[in-house]
């Protein structure tokens, strides 16, 4: 009888208890996500006040570049310690830390008169930066179902874009409009100063009980050193398909870091005639597509346990909406915005990367392959965002107009033709991959 109370009295806890147990998980990896939309917000501050900086600081268009250019130089060789760190210090302190670097890096770039000091800034919002993905991932691997991480790397994806992008893009214009540039940013420090706090005071790097835990395996295998870490990663570093994929990444990134992130806005202002406040809306419909399509190519790619065939068809897509809106004149304002808003959609495909790279590796380096990825995927960012603005100076005529260097469509045109290019390369590419099934290398 006492048994069966003992029994009776255990399962009433475990019923009072089961939605803090699934509530918890999703908090903490919901604030890693925040970060990651906030980083992203911070990220795509410079397409906004375009104009802005151009004016401020004296600058041509290979100068905004690389204002850009900056914020990859450290986020994209920080991918692979970051990893490593990661998995063996775990999230919790990390992202904290990186998190408050975003903020400073933020405030230091409002601060500045200097363009030199304002490429340092964006320098550390990059450091800060490159913590973000690969710590929410990392979250996910720790505290939520392993056979839902497609679908999970394509939400974090999607809901950074969403947050960061698709809605921070319309409230930093709005912002900017009524306050200018300078204090908006000054804001968005003081915002990355409180979620900082919020992070390190919820944020856990394991559950307390494992048992209750949908990836408690992954925690098992976490390496106990960082010579253990090192050991694994120079394994994961010999896989020649962990850097095939990542460099299909690279190509179906493009459109962000090359495109929507960085010189949407201008090229729409120039070649389509639209307003600053219409252009900065189609962004944010290339972002509202990405989100949805990270989640579409997400869940459908768990669902037919195929990674492969979407991103082929994806990239195939991509390229031949952006190739619409670049190359046939005339087209009416609304048929741009659904073309932007479905050429957002097609290349979400490029968020299954992800669950690519963390399938072809060891689950005890998860973090690291996520950042090795991630790493060659930012490649896009830094070598080819700074480009655009280098073949734009080349083309230039020399007009100038408020101290502000003017550029023709043609020249934005000329400048953008690598995207349809990277998205066919990395959709033939794509086809040369392994096939994982959608599942981890143990299983």
Partial sequence: MEKMEAIIDN?????????????????????????????????????????????????????????????YYAYTPMQLPVGMLMDRYGPRRLLTLACLACALGTYIFASTTR???????RFLVGFGSAFAFVGVLKLAT????????????????SFGTLVGAFLG??????????LHWRPTLFISAFAGVILAVTMVLVIRDKPKDSSRNYSSDALEQQPKTMAE??????????????????LIGCLLYLPASGFAENWEKPYLMVAHGFTSQQAANAVSAVFLG???????????????????MPMVIGGILAAILISIVLYVPGLPTTLIFILL???????????????????????????????VTNMLVMVSGSLLTPLVGIILDHLWNGNILNNERIYTASNFTVALTMLPIACIVGAFLAAFLRETYGKPLEE
């Fill in 169 to 178: 893009e319309l409230v930093l214009e709005h912002l900017v409009n009524i």
């Fill in 11 to 71: 399962s009433m806890i475990q019923q009072r208890s089961r939605p803090w147990v699934w509530f918890f998980p999703i908090l903490v990896c919901s604030l890693g996500a925040a970060f990651y939309a906030y980083e992203y917000l911070l990220r795509i501050t410079p397409n906004v006040i375009y104009a802005d900086l151009l004016r401020y600081f004296g600058i041509s268009a290979t100068g905004y570049g690389f204002i850009n250019a900056f914020y």
């Fill in 290 to 308: 990405f989100t949805l399509g990270g989640i579409l190519f997400g869940y459908v790619s768990d669902k037919i346990c195929r990674r492969k």
């Fill in 115 to 121: 363009w030199e000091v304002a490429l340092f800034a």
């Fill in 142 to 157: 720790i505290w939520l179902p392993s056979n839902k991480f497609g679908l999970v790397a394509g939400m974090a994806s």
């Fill in 229 to 246: 870490v090192i050991k694994h990663s120079l394994v994961l570093l010999k896989n020649k398909f962990i850097w095939l994929n990542g």
């Fill in 341 to 371: 808003f479905l050429f957002g959609v097609a290349y979400g495909a490029e968020v299954l990367v992800f669950p690519i790279g963390r399938e072809l590796s060891s689950k005890k380096v998860s973090a690291t392959a996520v950042a």
